[in-house]
């Protein structure tokens, strides 16, 4: 049997990055090139320095996958690309090169959901066993998905205003510290207490669904309140309370999913599952539940990256899902 490589494109937001992966679930190259330094000054990430930045890293970095790889275009099995969500212009660039390369080498092309990929970064540390839950936390998205077989996306339940990483990013500017927040508040909320009461949004017995825009409120509502009073609030304190309640609804209600689905498997997924607290917490909660295996990918694995792209490219091409060249970005695309 001939070997299955699969090259993966990923535009979507601040990272243009290329992988490939060898029969679904090994990583052969995988290639990252942020532009984090180029959007930090502006607090956030600007979608058309973001498309122009792609252009400028995409052959490089694709190159460098093929290098690093060590194979030539008749390897490849497949390219899959994300072709949404994501910032149109950006996922623009992914999709055009990887339609140009599958033009001129004749090979198949596999369109990705950006969030399918993020699921399927756990299955390059373990084989998935169904039917299991994902919790997805990302810089856009959070929800929980069940899957019943490979390919197969049901939300059970999603935000219904902020992601996570979004308050965590809103929040980490109001303490004035860098883009992306998310990373600098982790590092601070270990070195605080947790001693600010803050909201937790359970939305209503039995729901699966998130909110966090009422927390970014009440911690901003905080700081507003005790300068007003000349009180100081120690940022690491802040940092620590706010980490405590986003985690605080996030095990509680994977808890209930995982209890009332009866599943084989809890995935972690998205940039947020790079966060220190949030992984202990996950740890001590599910991973010794008996009959539950509990997956955390490493943590290069969790921020956006090419190789899950590939894994799910990988997965949906041995289903025979193809596309064709007529495959368009989709900024708004369904999981
Ligand atoms: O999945 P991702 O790389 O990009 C999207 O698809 O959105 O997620 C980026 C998000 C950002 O909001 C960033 O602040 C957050 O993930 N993030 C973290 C941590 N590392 C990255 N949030 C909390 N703690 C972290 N350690
Ligand atoms: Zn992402």
New binding site residues.
Partial sequence: EKDQYVLGIET??D?TAAAIIKNGREIVANVVASQIESHKRFGGVVPEIASRHHVEQLTIVFEEAMQNAELKFEDLSAIAVTEGPGLVGALLTGVNAAKALAFAHNIPLVGVH?IAG?IYANRLIKELEFPLLALVV????TELVYMKEHGSFEVIGETLDD????A??KV?RTLGLPY????H??RLAHEGNPSIDLPRAWLGEGSFDFSFSGLKSAVINTLHNAKQKDIELDPKDVAASFQASVIDVLVTKTGYAVDKYKVKQLLVA???A???G?RAALEKEFATREGLELIIPPLSL???NAAMIAAAGSVLYDKGVRSDLALNANPGLEL
Avoid: F, M, Q, R
């Fill in positions: 979507s937001c990272e950006h993020h990302s810089g856009g998205h992601a996570a990483g979004e965590y990013d980490a992306p927040g998310g990373p508040i982790d998205g940039g947020v790079a966060n220190k949030l969790c921020t956006d």
